[in-house]
């Protein structure tokens, strides 16, 4: 261990070092625990020393002790990298990204040279949507280590959100050039292409993955997706199958092999196979997330006590009047994707997919653990600290498209921040896509979502639950912002689209394209689960399906039923 010439330290500290080290050189983490201890109980004043020991005790998940000690490290040399970005490693974990980001800077300053330091800070900056930044983070690391391969798969995901797709292929395609076994790169061209509409291409790239390593789940998973299954003897169901069935398969990958074999089976039309592979799947998720509907109850309530038309209407705010943003609003399935694309369709209109940017923007500083993450009442909060809210957005929309004279953005969970939007931006339009209960929840609890944020989706009566809080909750909008919010029925659209779609467009303030008609012909990156269905014409075999299912859904349809009484 290399420590300052000037720390003073004891012989008997010395041959405490020493043992300690070659504890760890031997694995022997509990001896290297008790002789660390003991040099910290001599008040050794060493920072490397609070470091090696908060390193053990976070792998042994005592994070908070282990926070303790390298904060203490820090008062000993408060530049000392190794316990700065260990910080700044525990923030991150924990979503703090706004606080690593301090950390890693600060490490950076000490030691510049640092090139996991410049990749995390990278992929901080990206969470907090700061693309420039976190490309040029991960740049750095590139010029320190040239071949660093966990940073340029990074690069490569940094355009993909950047939309410079072309970027993000020539990269993944130069690693293949490199490594042609290269599974991670086969498998995001296969993402790429897909998001383009290039589905054969894409499945080549999935089917290359695979046959490399059968293992590889996530491929499996997500060439399922957009397969057309119609032999019972398909090679790959028995290939999948063979993988499913295997001793000792990590939770994760028997998850996305459930959903994948239930998607196949639907195809077949064998709903009861599909149902078990579907429950299996959605069984493992749920347990894993151990999801109750209580703390959703008091956020919905919540959200009604607060944002009330005339809480609204007692804050001016001088800023945000632009009517750029069209947010798409609803429950996850319930048609977003596909009204985005007709949008979309239109030549003043951008779409931009799930942006997390005006969610995050709204809760990230307003929902805080002194609050038990709740909203305060509008009045408590400084009208600098709302009006941020809309001048933020607005830069991410610029920075997306400089061109357009409208932007979607068709996060379906912008329905909770409504109160925001009339706030921030009153000239806005909101559309909300309303399917029917029973397809729409079952429409989700067919979906492997890719993050954590459906926790209520995985089982039956959960999601029933939830969307009766969603139901509630747009009543309340529309009772408090009549005609401001525009329902467009998703089994009505399929059934009339040429209608739906022109009364659509009219509600925006658009001039009649009939591009609009032709959405699934045009070329805009698609990046979300619809990808496939949205580049297929019009179709009507999705309406009705959850009779289908209906004798194993009883916990969903009688949630359901409470409010058809």
Request: include cysteine; charge should be neutral.
């Amino acid at each position: 261990m290399n420590f300052n010439k000037q720390q003073t330290i004891t012989p008997q500290q010395r041959d405490c070092l020493q043992r300690a080290e070659k504890a760890v050189s031997a694995g022997n983490i509990p001896l290297a625990e008790s002789e660390y201890r003991k040099l910290i109980a001599s008040h050794i004043q060493i920072p490397q020393v609070y470091s090696q020991l908060a390193v053990i005790c976070a792998q042994s998940n005592r994070i908070d002790e282990a926070k303790k000690l390298w904060m203490f490290a820090l008062q000993l040399s408060p530049n000392f990298p190794d316990a700065l970005i260990a910080l700044g490693d525990v923030c991150k974990f924990e979503r703090n990204f706004k606080q690593a980001i301090v950390y890693y800077l600060q490490a950076l300053s000490a030691k510049p040279k640092l090139a996991i330091g410049h990749l995390n800070l990278s992929f901080c900056y990206l969470q907090i949507g700061k693309l420039e930044e976190s490309e040029q983070s991960c740049l750095n690391a590139l010029a320190i280590i040239p071949n660093f391969s966990q940073a340029e798969d990074h690069l490569g995901q940094i355009y993909i959100v950047k939309n410079e797709l072309g970027k993000a292929q020539a990269l993944f395609e130069k690693q293949l050039k490199v490594n042609g076994k290269n599974v991670k790169a086969l498998y995001t061209l296969g993402n790429i292409v897909k998001s383009q509409g290039k589905l054969e291409k894409a499945k080549a790239y999935y089917q290359q993955a695979i046959t490399i390593y059968p293992e590889y789940s996530q491929a499996h998973f997500t060439f399922a997706t957009i397969n057309k299954y119609i032999d019972k003897n398909d090679p790959h169901i028995a290939l999948m199958q063979e993988e499913y069935n295997k001793a000792n398969l990590p939770t994760e990958n028997k998850i996305q092999l459930s959903f994948a074999l239930s998607k196949a089976y639907e195809d077949l039309q064998d709903y009861s196979q599909a149902f078990n592979y579907l429950k299996t799947g959605n069984d493992l998720r749920h347990a894993r997330n151990n999801y109750t509907i209580e703390s959703d109850k008091v956020f919905f309530q919540n959200i009604i006590d607060t944002f009330t038309k005339d809480s609204i209407d007692k804050i001016t705010l001088s800023s945000q009047h632009s009517s750029k943003p069209i947010f798409i609003i609803g429950m996850p399935r319930s048609g977003t994707t596909l009204v985005e694309k007709v949008l979309a369709s239109h030549s003043k209109v951008h779409g931009a997919g799930e942006l997390e940017h005006f969610f995050k923007y709204s809760t990230e500083d307003f929902l805080t653990e002194n609050n038990n993450f709740l909203f305060a009442p509008l009045e408590h909060y400084p009208k600098e600290k709302l009006e941020r809210i809309g001048q933020e957005y607005l830069k991410q929309l610029e920075s997306i498209n400089s061109n357009s004279e409208y932007i979607t953005d068709k996060l379906p969970f912008n329905m909770l921040m409504v109160g925001f939007i009339k706030l921030v931006f009153p000239n806005a339009k909101i559309i909300h896509c309303v399917r029917n209960a029973r397809d729409n929840c079952m429409s989700i609890f067919k979906r492997n979502f890719t993050t954590d944020n459906y926790r209520f989706a995985y089982n039956l009566k959960t999601l029933g639950q939830f969307h009766l809080l969603y139901q509630k909750l747009m009543e309340h909008w529309h009772n408090n912002f009549p005609g401001s919010i525009y329902d467009i029925e998703y089994e009505t659209l399929i059934k009339n689209p040429k209608d739906e779609i022109k009364k659509l467009i009219q509600v925006c303030d658009l001039d009649w394209e009939e591009a609009c008609l032709n959405f699934h012909q045009t070329e805009a990156v698609i990046k979300t689960a619809s990808a496939y269905q949205v580049r297929q014409p019009i179709y009507d075999t999705s309406v009705g399906l959850w009779q289908k299912y209906e004798d194993n859904i009883a916990e969903l349809l009688n949630e359901l039923a409470v409010n058809d009484k």
